[in-house]
């Protein structure tokens, strides 16, 4: 446990004040008995491990849970992989290939956390959380566990409809493929990636939702936004709908680059853009 530790080194856009305290409980028990003690205490709990997140510069009061300990990987029977919450979306897809087990492939890329993954319903153009997911297992705010079967949760763009709680595992259901075709999926898929996106720059991922039919990243480019900067913040020149951390940027500068570039896309192609970045913390 940490007291007043900066939040940046957990996000990926290396932003954030402080968290009144950091923990990291070692196992699914250990969860169990901090949302008990935080409830019986009334003090807040925020998991980081999201990557489309942005934390403000005044800190998050309460705790702040990482899961970073709970990493393990299981495999189940007909082709599931069971994650725990805290493993990384790039380390599950290591193994699925490891294993020759196709399905995970549209994730590539994707930095996060399952369990963060899941929260969000974090997707690309190939597919989404909701493709692969099979159940998910959550400690509920009274501290129990709770395992739900992916039809009884709603998925919808980017979020998925879960009771409170903390997502500590995830069931994916994948199905048996040959490793070399899975590899080059993934392969092609990370070079796509890496020519149109800053993915060696400090950023949350897309800041805006697509509309229909479109992409937010195209209106940026044609509202003449790119590159545009407000302190170290900066619209990426590569893609419109990432905003990257050129060294220090504050929180403050990223929302008042987000209010930037809205205006102008409303302005210039009368889209009014919505934030598929989460906003959390103190300003
Ligand atoms: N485009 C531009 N200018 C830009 C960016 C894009 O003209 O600055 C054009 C591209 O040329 C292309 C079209 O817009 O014709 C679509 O671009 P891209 O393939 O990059 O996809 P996207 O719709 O911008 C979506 C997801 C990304 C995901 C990519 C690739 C959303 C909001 N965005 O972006 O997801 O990585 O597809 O699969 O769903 C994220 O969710 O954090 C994210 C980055």
Same mark, same amino acid.
């Given at each position: 446990?940490?007291?007043?530790?900066?939040?940046?080194?957990?996000?990926?856009?290396?932003?954030?004040?402080?968290?009144?305290?950091?923990?990291?409980?070692?196992?699914?028990?250990?969860?169990?008995?901090?949302?008990?003690?935080? @409830?019986? =205490?009334? &003090?807040?709990?925020? *998991? #980081?491990?999201?990557?489309? !997140?942005?934390? @403000?510069? =005044?800190? &998050?009061?309460?705790? *702040? #849970?990482?899961?970073?300990? !709970?990493?393990?990987?299981?495999?189940?029977?007909?082709?599931?992989?069971?994650?725990?919450?805290?493993?990384?979306?790039?380390?599950?897809?290591?193994?699925?290939?490891?294993?020759?087990?196709?399905?995970?492939?549209?994730?590539?890329?994707?930095?996060g956390t399952v369990g963060g993954c899941v929260v969000m319903n974090a997707g690309t153009r190939l597919g989404e959380m909701k493709d692969s997911v099979k159940g998910v297992r959550l400690v509920t705010i009274n501290g129990d566990v709770k395992d739900l079967p992916a039809a009884a949760i709603p998925f919808t763009y980017r979020r998925a409809k879960l009771p409170k709680g903390i997502v500590v595992g995830v069931w994916l259901q994948l199905r048996k493929g040959v490793r070399a075709e899975i590899e080059k999926v993934v392969k092609d898929y990370l070079h796509y990636r890496k020519d149109t996106q800053p993915l060696t720059m400090p950023s949350a991922g897309c800041v805006f939702k697509n509309p229909p039919q479109d992409s937010a990243g195209r209106l940026v480019e044609f509202s003449g936004l790119k590159g545009a900067r407000v302190g170290d913040a900066e619209v990426s020149t590569k893609h419109g709908n990432f905003i990257v951390n050129k060294g220090q940027a504050k929180a403050a500068d990223v929302v008042a680059l987000i209010q930037k570039v809205r205006r102008a896309v409303k302005q210039k192609a009368g889209v009014r853009l919505e934030l598929e970045l989460k906003i959390v913390g103190e300003a």
């Open positions: 446990m940490s007291f007043h530790a900066p939040l940046g080194p957990f996000t990926s856009f290396k932003i954030g004040g402080p968290a009144d305290a950091i923990v990291e409980p070692a196992d699914v028990e250990d969860v169990r008995k901090l949302v008990r003690q935080a @409830r019986a =205490g009334r &003090i807040p709990l925020f *998991v #980081v491990g999201g990557t489309n !997140l942005l934390i @403000r510069d =005044g800190g &998050i009061r309460g705790i *702040v #849970v990482s899961l970073a300990q !709970l990493r393990a990987i299981k495999e189940e029977a007909g082709d599931v992989l069971y994650a725990e919450g805290g493993v990384g979306m790039p380390t599950l897809i290591g193994h699925a290939i490891r294993r020759s087990l196709a399905g995970l492939e549209w994730a590539a890329g994707i930095p």
